[in-house]
């Protein structure tokens, strides 16, 4: 389950490259010093093919993320959703996982970054259930991590970068050393954060509860659409600091991400949350992100785009510009 299943092709900066030809030099910045902007973004079978969910937004928070960095990027993000199609088409994928990367490449000798060119990869790949078979359906068990989350205004929490990954390696390998599946990381003030790669949720009297932006988090897309999901279905929304025990006296807690979509927790520090089963706010939250990302709904904020779509509109545009000249 977190193991890479290779597929033919990556695009690299502007181009189609066979996946064992994506390799960078040992002395690439990004691998000195953590320099690399990356998107995890989920590609859905439908009954209209592959849709990826929320490619726009993955995209704009990569070149936000970028941005932070200093990093200018050679692409706009409408190049990028056309390339990040055109790549699911190539590999002739119905669903998967895809995992754009801005890198800072080879040139630079310290930290000071100017030296290294920015490359773009957009590398895809097939990938289940990220916590494991029935996480989904039964929930897992977690624990509240040793490690802190990053502290405000030391390394920004919002921008989605390789070195931050360094924490949530450490929140996460806790967490399989002691036999969970997942760790609940706080921030220095002691408050909840996130898990090592989703944010948190709780429910307790009917109101869903998660932890604001508060610099020690990254602000999921995931996140985002549980929060337009629970306003449209008229659950009571609270973004709010919350202290750890909340998730012992929690009727029901949940993580969301787009590798985790939305996994419940059926227990904390061996502490069963509720009933030890996933719960009704949670599966029903389920339940329509399930069927927006599969296309079973309506989708009024357009965060699907549907890959034979956007390709056969690339086409018939290529096919007119060339027309045209
Ligand atoms: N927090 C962290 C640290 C993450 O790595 C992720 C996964 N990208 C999330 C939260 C959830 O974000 P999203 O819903 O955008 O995948």
Same mark, same amino acid.
Do not use: H, N, W
């Given at each position: 389950m977190y193991k890479l299943t290779e597929t033919n092709w990556i695009w690299r900066d502007g181009e189609f490259i066979r996946w064992s030809d994506a390799q960078i030099h040992v002395l690439s910045h990004s691998v000195q010093f953590g320099s690399s902007v *990356?998107? =995890?973004? !989920?590609?859905?079978?439908? %009954? @209209?093919g592959p849709a990826i969910f929320r490619l726009q937004d993955h995209l704009q928070r990569m070149?936000?993320?970028?941005?932070?960095? @200093?990093?200018e990027l050679a692409y706009s993000v409408d190049e990028l959703v056309a390339a990040c199609c055109e790549l699911v088409e190539r590999n002739e994928l119905d669903s998967c996982y895809l995992r &754009?990367?801005?890198?800072r490449g080879y040139g630079a000798a310290s930290m000071v970054p100017f030296a290294s060119p920015i490359h773009v990869y957009l590398p895809c790949w097939p990938w289940g259930?990220? $916590? =494991? #078979? =029935?996480a989904l359906e039964n929930g897992v068990d977690a624990c509240v991590a040793s490690w802190n989350r990053v502290a405000p205004n030391t390394i920004p929490a919002m921008a989605k970068i390789a070195g931050n990954y360094l924490g949530g390696q450490l929140i996460k390998m806790e967490a399989l050393?002691?036999? *969970? %599946? #997942? %760790?609940?990381? $706080? =921030?220095?003030d002691g408050m909840l954060s996130e898990g090592s790669g989703q944010n948190l949720f709780l429910v307790r009297k009917g109101a869903l509860h998660t932890p604001p932006i508060d610099g020690t988090l990254l602000p999921g897309i995931t996140r985002e659409t549980v929060l337009s999901l629970a306003s449209d279905a008229g659950i009571p929304i609270r973004e709010e600091p919350l202290p750890r025990e909340m998730l012992y006296v929690a009727d029901e807690v949940f993580l969301s991400g787009t590798a985790s979509e939305i996994t419940p927790i059926r227990s904390v520090d061996k502490i069963t949350v509720g009933a030890g089963k996933p719960? &009704?706010?949670?599966? #029903? $939250?389920? !339940?329509? *992100?399930? %069927?927006?990302? !599969?296309g079973e709904t309506e989708d009024p904020h357009g965060w699907?785009?549907?890959v034979r779509a956007e390709r056969a509109d690339a086409r018939s545009l290529g096919g007119r510009a060339s027309a045209n000249r």
């Open positions: *990356f998107e =995890g973004i !989920r590609c859905y079978s439908t %009954a @209209r070149t936000d993320s970028a941005k932070i960095y @200093r990093m &754009p990367m801005v890198i259930t990220y $916590l =494991g #078979e =029935g050393a002691k036999g *969970f %599946a #997942e %760790a609940i990381a $706080l =921030g220095t719960g &009704p706010v949670t599966k #029903e $939250l389920q !339940r329509l *992100f399930m %069927a927006t990302v !599969r699907l785009t549907y």
